[in-house]
């Protein structure tokens, strides 16, 4: 554009050039505008159309089962009412489950956030034997798919009769090889002499890991509390194997008490859905930012 | 003195030992058992009762139902990967540049990784409803699409690659703001169309973070399980059948845990040589 202007102030007076910087500007002024405008629709359209089993649960679970059944598009409830949430929550012990998730996914999250923070400090600041072997060995376990030992973890916890207990949801699930690569890859880029110095200073370990790590990986642990949550809340094939009794199952399997395609139940059943979401969205669109800024701060670039 | 040597010496193990017991015991030591009992045919109880070598493996590979499993499961993976990664790539790309909302529209577009995919499945069942769901009444449609063996698969695709589409838009996402914003304007001066930029800086430039979403998504692809079970139960026939979901009704309905447990390790070795011949590619392939 300049060498075009520089080539224009040749021939054409002051005056002129003025006129016509102002308009290339506003022309280029009107073609950003139109295209954010173009983008924020097609953006409305996409999100629409991507949230669009959500909004539809959202809706269903507040329509009156008599209003679902017509042959019409009936998009939004025209008289909507909690009445579904209320059958569903005196159908089957929600409360109940959802107390057995949350305080699974709470231990999950709590262990895994421990185990893998000490173990990752150990592999970042200690020396000692096998450290590299044994961090390839923690690295492979990536490869294998949960699913490849399920059939022996399962009969594993039945000869020790864990079936349909707390620890069989929680202690399998401790530790995950990708936190502690994640943790390992933020300890990396502190100094060793910040550790050796502190050890001089007479700093134990523990106190090093609680006092300095901790605070200072904190979006580390935010992005590992929030994946960690929802994936522990939104778990389902190993509960479905190791618990049995209405006491001890989590939410994902006890909704499935609610599936059934009889015209009364089925908006009773997306309002048990409804509630059961909810809680895991809450914690994504809380922590969400943490999330990005830990995984990918860290982690993708390295 | 000495005491205090030895327990400097032991201290590093002292803080991988949680990790380490965990894995020892619920990762390496029943894979190991895995590959054990899908050599010998077992009893009700899942114990291994009779040493048959390879027949649970050349059992498997003489049967039908199990070809169809893999089959179904290929083409399962084939549809969700490339759908879920379009999806995140083009939400990306959408929330790429800044405008009003672009908050609201990015949180949208991760949401779906924060599902279950067991719920998900609840609420696709009611979409997919022949006479009440809306997929139906949007299209004017009177489909059966569970009931249906040419619809059923590609369903229980669909849905997962939604499902999965919310972590690729991260990805791609992360993969975006990496790329050099000078490069595009100086390409702008240079004239080159959007579609020249797309192919020519953006592509390239998503290539390290492409691979890596490709992997994680075939991995992940693989292990879908809950919602076959709730929406199709492997059926109609064996139409959705996916080897995850196979696994789970040999050992768990028809107790033949050996069997089960060859699955297991075929499903693993599939996973393992189909990330090596990737990582191997990636070698020649993709330019940093």
């Given at each position: 554009?300049?060498?075009?202007?520089?080539?224009?102030?040749k021939?054409?007076?002051?005056?002129?050039?003025?006129?016509?910087?102002?308009?290339?500007?506003?022309?280029?002024?009107?073609?950003?505008?139109?295209?954010k405008?173009?983008?924020?629709?097609?953006?409305?359209?996409?999100?629409?159309?991507?949230?669009l089993?959500?909004?539809?649960?959202?809706?269903?679970?507040?329509?009156?089962?008599?209003?679902?059944?017509?042959?019409?598009?009936?998009?939004?409830p025209?008289?909507?009412?909690?009445?579904?949430?209320?059958?569903?929550?005196?159908?089957?012990?929600?409360?109940?489950?959802?107390?057995?998730?949350?305080?699974?996914?709470?231990?999950?999250?709590?262990?895994?956030?421990?185990?893998?923070?000490?173990?990752?400090?150990?592999?970042?600041?200690?020396?000692?034997?096998?450290?590299?072997?044994?961090?390839?060995?923690?690295?492979?376990?990536?490869m294998?798919?949960?699913?490849?030992?399920?059939?022996?973890?399962?009969?594993?916890?039945?000869?020790?009769?864990?079936?349909?207990?707390?620890?069989?949801?929680?202690?399998?699930?401790?530790?995950?090889?990708?936190?502690?690569?994640?943790?390992?890859?933020?300890?990396?880029s502190?100094?060793?002499?910040?550790?050796?110095?502190?050890?001089?200073?007479?700093?134990?370990?523990?106190?090093?890991?609680?006092?300095?790590?901790?605070p200072?990986?904190?979006s580390?642990?935010?992005?590992?509390?929030?994946?960690t949550?929802?994936?522990?809340?939104?778990?389902?094939?190993?509960?479905?194997?190791?618990?049995?009794?209405?006491?001890?199952?989590?939410?994902?399997?006890?909704?499935?008490?609610?599936?059934?395609?009889d015209?009364?139940?089925?908006?009773?059943?997306?309002?048990?859905?409804?509630?059961?979401?909810?809680?895991?969205?809450?914690?994504?669109?809380?922590?969400?930012?943490?999330?990005?800024?830990?995984?990918?701060?860290?982690?993708?670039?390295g | 003195?000495?005491?205090?040597?030895?327990?400097?010496?032991l201290?590093?193990?002292?803080?991988?030992?949680?990790?380490?017991?965990?894995?020892?015991?619920?990762?390496?030591?029943?894979?190991?058992?895995?590959?054990?009992?899908?050599?010998?045919?077992?009893?009700?109880?899942?114990?291994?009762?009779?040493?048959?070598?390879?027949?649970?493996?050349?059992?498997?590979?003489?049967?039908?139902?199990?070809?169809?499993s893999?089959?179904?499961?290929?083409?399962?993976?084939?549809?969700?990967?490339?759908?879920?990664?379009?999806?995140?790539?083009?939400?990306?790309?959408?929330?790429?540049?800044?405008?009003?909302?672009?908050?609201?529209?990015?949180?949208?577009?991760?949401?779906?990784?924060?599902?279950?995919?067991?719920?998900?499945?609840?609420?696709?069942?009611?979409?997919l409803?022949?006479?009440?769901?809306?997929?139906?009444?949007?299209?004017?449609?009177?489909?059966?699409?569970i009931?249906?063996?040419?619809?059923?698969?590609?369903?229980?695709?669909?849905?997962?690659?939604?499902?999965?589409?919310?972590?690729?838009?991260?990805?791609?996402?992360?993969?975006?703001?990496?790329?050099?914003?000078?490069?595009?304007?100086?390409?702008?001066?240079?004239?080159?169309?959007?579609?020249?930029?797309?192919?020519?800086?953006?592509?390239?430039?998503?290539?390290?973070?492409?691979?890596?979403?490709?992997v994680?998504?075939?991995?992940?692809?693989?292990?879908?399980?809950?919602?076959?079970?709730?929406?199709?139960?492997?059926?109609?026939?064996?139409s959705?059948?996916?080897?995850?979901?196979?696994?789970?009704r040999?050992?768990?309905?028809?107790?033949?845990?050996?069997?089960?447990?060859?699955?297991?390790?075929?499903?693993?070795?599939?996973?393992?040589?189909?990330?090596?011949?990737?990582?191997?590619?990636?070698?020649?392939?993709?330019?940093?």
């Open positions: 554009m300049e060498s075009v202007i520089e080539m224009a102030a021939d054409i007076n002051s005056d002129e050039l003025e006129n016509f910087k102002k308009k290339i500007l506003k022309k280029a002024l009107f073609r950003r505008r139109a295209s405008l173009i983008l924020t629709i097609l953006n409305l359209f996409v999100a629409l159309f991507l949230l089993p959500l909004l539809y649960a959202v809706s269903i679970a507040f329509m009156p089962s008599n209003e679902l059944f017509t042959t019409n598009l009936n998009l939004i025209s008289t909507p009412t909690f009445n579904n949430f209320r059958q569903a929550m005196a159908k089957i012990p929600l409360k109940r489950f959802i107390v057995n998730s949350f305080v699974v996914a709470g231990f999950i999250t709590m262990g895994q956030i421990i185990s893998c923070s000490l173990a990752a400090f150990s592999f970042s600041f200690l020396d000692f034997k096998g450290k590299n072997v044994l961090f390839m060995l923690v690295m492979a376990t990536m294998i798919p949960g699913e490849a030992t399920i059939i022996s973890n399962y009969l594993t916890v039945s000869s020790l009769k864990w079936l349909d207990t707390y620890q069989v949801l929680i202690i399998p699930y401790l530790t995950s090889a990708m936190g502690i690569f994640l943790f390992r890859q933020f300890y990396k502190f100094p060793i002499s910040l550790y050796e110095s502190a050890r001089i200073d007479g700093c134990s370990n523990l106190r090093f890991i609680y006092s300095i790590l901790i200072l990986t904190k580390a642990i935010g992005a590992m509390a929030v994946y949550f929802i994936n522990a809340w939104n778990m389902y094939l190993w509960p479905l194997l190791v618990t049995g009794s209405d006491k001890m199952r989590t939410v994902q399997i006890g909704i499935g008490m609610l599936d059934s395609v015209s009364q139940s089925i908006s009773m059943m997306i309002a048990g859905v409804v509630m059961i979401i909810v809680p895991s969205i809450s914690v994504f669109i809380i922590g969400q930012k943490q999330l990005i800024r830990g995984m990918f701060s860290g982690a993708v670039k | 003195m000495k005491l205090k040597n030895v327990s400097r010496y201290s590093p193990y002292v803080y991988i030992v949680p990790a380490i017991a965990v894995f020892v015991l619920f990762l390496f030591f029943p894979f190991i058992k895995t590959i054990y009992l899908s050599l010998f045919k077992t009893n009700k109880m899942g114990q291994a009762k009779l040493f048959v070598g390879g027949g649970n493996y050349s059992d498997l590979f003489s049967s039908a139902s199990f070809f169809n893999l089959f179904v499961t290929a083409i399962f993976v084939l549809i969700v990967v490339s759908v879920s990664m379009l999806l995140g790539l083009i939400t990306a790309i959408l929330c790429n540049q800044s405008f009003p909302g672009i908050r609201i529209f990015s949180t949208a577009y991760a949401l779906p990784m924060a599902i279950a995919s067991s719920s998900a499945a609840m609420i696709f069942k009611i979409m409803h022949p006479t009440i769901g809306i997929i139906n009444k949007l299209l004017g449609l009177h489909t059966n699409w009931s249906d063996p040419r619809y059923a698969l590609v369903c229980v695709a669909l849905l997962s690659a939604w499902l999965n589409s919310g972590i690729n838009f991260l990805y791609f996402s992360a993969g975006l703001s990496n790329i050099d914003n000078t490069l595009y304007e100086r390409a702008s001066v240079d004239g080159a169309n959007s579609a020249q930029k797309f192919f020519r800086l953006t592509l390239p430039g998503l290539s390290p973070i492409m691979f890596y979403t490709l994680v998504n075939i991995i992940q692809a693989f292990q879908a399980f809950g919602q076959v079970k709730v929406l199709t139960m492997g059926g109609p026939g064996e959705t059948n996916l080897i995850v979901y196979s696994i789970y040999d050992a768990f309905f028809n107790y033949r845990f050996g069997s089960a447990a060859a699955q297991s390790v075929i499903l693993f070795m599939v996973i393992m040589i189909l990330t090596l011949c990737m990582f191997h590619l990636e070698k020649k392939g993709v330019h940093y």
